[in-house]
């Protein structure tokens, strides 16, 4: 059982989902602020959640010859040994935006790395534990991966809350510091973002005051800002909203330290409340029950381990109708991710192994062409041979039908993906060209039903005459690899 709310308040185990670069800063930062509580990071089983767990645990030998440290960091790839009895859960794992890349467009990937993790809490409280765990969640896209999350674990409303607003709320006052030149982010208070974690979000410059020239003045106020077309404001808002983006341009991936310094304050105000300090709002994507979407808004952390709603400032006529519009989009997509859910839950319940048998493999291997020496070509342009092998004697029809459409819609597959099925053959098999980007949905929906993923070696698309002869190829291959 947790044991925040007992007489000890401190924490007793923190677990981060996920050893990303974001999970990766955070655990450290975590174990200095919480010298007295268990540190888990989990990563799915692979070579580079190894690597990881091993640069991490190699630094922290070092790191105890010059600082004084109290518990150790434990690495697991083990779901029920990093959620089991835990007090806080950050999740920051998932596929990471590259540049161009719109949030909503990793929302198939990260359901196959947020579902395992939301199960498993599910199957953890019908146990009887995990009761009064406090979800924070940073996979992207933020507010419904939230939502998902909520949906799928039966975790209470009110422990469960996204990061977007504080990270947005420092790229505001980032833009403002700047604009204005002032001497410190001290010189500005009353700065908020709220509503939705992209294009939508609505930077609130209505209640914004700064300290220049000796007083505290409201922004909009001000004479550089209160021009006839306010565009030093407009310049601010669009600075905030492109801020992320224009990081992934610069780094080319997501931010994350930035990330780990917000989930951190949400951590640190979550333990303080608890405690029973008075402690500031934050902005959080938590749930709007109303439209039945998560959405950035201030709120307050109790001592019960909850958070209340406060009440949003007043806004201008601008930002009321901003935030009506950026409500409405959320809503329009959360349909879109909804029937995505739909699809991708009965894809996965075709697939994973049970009683009756279903997935046993799912084999992959790059198809080599001619222009393939040249260095500029990136890698998300390479193509894949998968094979998902099914294992049953054999397959009704429809399910196999089933299967396939399911696989065209979660990952976009058009007719010129070439997907081929053979149901005469022992097992039977699905088959498709894959870009990168669905060959690894493939792969972490691989992880997720805990099936064998085999990677086979490359060959030269010239030796292709279609997907079936390439699938029989790989099939009598793998066979010789295994046996």
Request: hydrophobic letters at 35%; glycine letters at 6%; charged letters at 30%.
């Amino acid at each position: 059982m947790s044991e925040l709310n007992s007489e000890n308040k401190n924490p007793k185990k923190i677990a981060v989902m996920g050893s990303g670069a974001i999970g990766e800063k955070l655990v450290g930062k975590l174990q200095q602020e919480y010298p007295d509580a268990e540190i888990v990071l989990w990563n799915r089983k692979s070579a580079r959640g190894a690597a990881v767990a091993d640069d991490r645990e190699q630094a922290e030998i070092i790191k105890r010859k010059h600082k004084e440290i109290h518990n150790e960091i434990v690495y697991t790839s083990d779901l029920d040994k990093a959620l089991r009895d835990t007090d806080i859960v950050v999740v920051t794992g998932g596929v990471s935006r590259t540049p161009g890349q719109p949030r909503f467009d990793l929302a198939g990937d990260n359901l196959a790395f947020i579902d395992p993790i939301a199960r498993k809490v599910k199957e953890l409280s019908e146990h009887g534990h995990n009761e009064q765990t406090a979800y924070f969640i940073a996979s992207n896209p933020i507010g419904f991966i939230d939502k998902r999350f909520q949906d799928v674990s039966g975790a209470k409303v009110d422990h469960v809350l996204g990061l977007g607003g504080e990270l947005d709320v420092s790229r505001l006052e980032q833009s403002i510091k700047k604009k204005l030149k002032l001497s410190s982010y001290d010189d500005i208070k009353n700065a908020m973002v709220i509503g939705d974690h992209g294009g939508d979000m609505i930077p609130v410059l209505s209640n914004i005051e700064v300290f220049k020239n000796g007083n505290w003045q409201k922004l909009l106020d001000l004479p550089e800002v209160k021009t006839s077309d306010f565009a030093m404001a407009k310049e601010i808002i669009q600075e905030t909203i492109k801020a992320g983006s224009k990081i992934i341009e610069g780094k080319g991936h997501s931010a994350h330290v930035a990330p780990a310094e917000g989930l951190l304050l949400m951590v640190s105000r979550y333990t303080d409340a608890v405690n029973g300090k008075d402690v500031t709002p934050l902005v959080a994507s938590v749930l709007n029950e109303e439209k039945g979407v998560y959405s950035g808004r201030p709120v307050q952390f109790t001592k019960n381990g909850t958070y209340e709603l406060v009440n949003m400032p007043s806004l201008s006529k601008e930002e009321r109708v901003g935030l009506d519009k950026s409500l409405n989009n959320a809503q329009k997509d959360m349909e879109k991710f909804s029937k995505l859910c739909a699809v991708k839950d009965e894809l996965y319940y075709s697939l994973k192994p049970n009683k009756m048998g279903s997935t046993t493999e799912i084999v992959y291997s790059a198809i080599e062409e001619a222009n393939d020496s040249d260095k500029t070509k990136s890698s998300k342009d390479k193509r894949f041979d998968v094979t998902i092998k099914l294992n049953v004697p054999a397959i009704e029809p429809q399910k196999l039908a089933n299967i396939e459409n399911n696989l065209k819609s979660i990952m976009n597959l058009g007719d010129e993906s070439n997907l081929f099925s053979n149901k005469n053959v022992i097992p039977p098999t699905v088959s498709f060209i894959a870009n990168k980007k669905q060959k690894d949905f493939i792969k972490s929906l691989a992880a997720e039903i805990d099936v064998e993923t085999i990677k086979l070696p490359a060959h030269p698309s010239e030796k292709i005459d279609s997907v079936a002869s390439a699938t029989q190829s790989n099939v009598i291959e793998l066979s010789s690899v295994k046996h």
